[in-house]
């Protein structure tokens, strides 16, 4: 296969997943409801972008906007979503709408999100559930860095590569299975769910096939510097904004998720501040 069909899947099974976490609920009600309401996902790094006023931000893989529209709230002048599904960008614009924040969203895969777009950002922000969509780690840094202003700030928050190379199996306890470090071709799925828990009502998703890429954190980091960039600041995270192992972890009251026994064992994000000299 190659790296369009590949896409093409991912593209589909996205699509079936945007309806079915809609359906979810994804605090999407909420962030209508409350005109100041932050996504939680968002709220946990803003502090680290200072004044947004007078900033243009660029958002990518970034889905339904949930979290997009955080950065309309908090005041930036410009603010763009991009994202391969097609549907996860109908549903964002309409949300956008619901909130009364004025969000432009592109339809265009991350690798063509530097043509797809216009001007320089001051910050380019992903999060949580990005990298593992991505063939090629250095293609997708030099995007990255093609988006950015001298001086502007890049942010990744996502899950760690230990953490994905954990095998699904976990009934013997935690077993690396999968590929720690970034491969050719890549770990293809045939599942009907997703990471939500949706209502029996909700919509199945029909396009089951995906697949995935592993990036190591050397691989992850030293395709940021080759691609121009300044690394401030690696964090790696004992917590996870979801849980893939029910019998293995709790979720905390401010909704994270930690292995019960020995959380200290295994990071399960990272975190990365770059900027463009
Ligand atoms: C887990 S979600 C990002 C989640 C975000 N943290 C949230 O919860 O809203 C992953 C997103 O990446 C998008 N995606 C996957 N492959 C992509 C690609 N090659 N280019 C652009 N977007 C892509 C998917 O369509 C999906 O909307």
Not at 58 to 81: E, K, M, P
Not at 125 to 149: D, E, F, H, M
Not at 213 to 221: K, R
Request: glycine share 6%; proline share 6%.
């Amino acid at each position: 296969m190659t790296n369009e069909q590949w896409f093409a899947d991912n593209q589909a099974n996205w699509n079936d997943r945007a309806a079915l976490h809609a359906a979810s609920g994804y605090g999407i009600q909420e962030l209508i409801d409350d005109p100041s309401l932050i996504s939680p996902e968002l709220a946990q790094d803003l502090h680290r972008f200072g004044n947004l006023t007078d900033r243009d931000v660029i958002h990518l893989q970034c889905h339904l906007g949930t979290d997009t529209i955080g950065f309309a709230r908090a005041g930036a002048r410009r603010v763009v979503g991009v994202d391969l599904s097609d549907e996860s960008l109908r549903r964002a614009r309409a949300i956008a709408r619901n909130c009364g924040v004025n969000v432009k969203y592109v339809h265009a895969n991350v690798y063509d999100a530097r043509a797809a777009v216009d001007g320089d950002f001051d910050l380019v922000y992903t999060s949580v559930g990005v990298l593992c969509w991505l063939p090629n780690i250095a293609g997708w840094a030099r995007v990255v860095a093609s988006l950015l202003k001298p001086g502007g700030t890049f942010f990744i928050r996502d899950d760690h590569p230990m953490f994905m190379a954990i095998g699904e199996d976990v009934s013997d306890g935690l077993k690396i299975e999968q590929p720690y470090f970034q491969q050719d071709s890549p770990m293809t799925w045939d599942y009907e769910g997703s990471y939500v828990e949706a209502p029996e009502s909700a919509p199945p998703i029909t396009h089951t096939t995906s697949h995935e890429w592993n990036h190591s954190l050397g691989e992850i980091v030293s395709a940021l510097i080759d691609a121009g960039l300044v690394i401030d600041r690696l964090e790696e995270i004992p917590y996870s904004a979801w849980c893939p192992w029910p019998e293995l972890m709790t979720q905390e009251p401010d909704g994270r998720w930690r292995l019960t026994d020995n959380p200290d064992r295994l990071p399960l994000q990272f975190a990365i501040e770059a900027h463009k000299p």
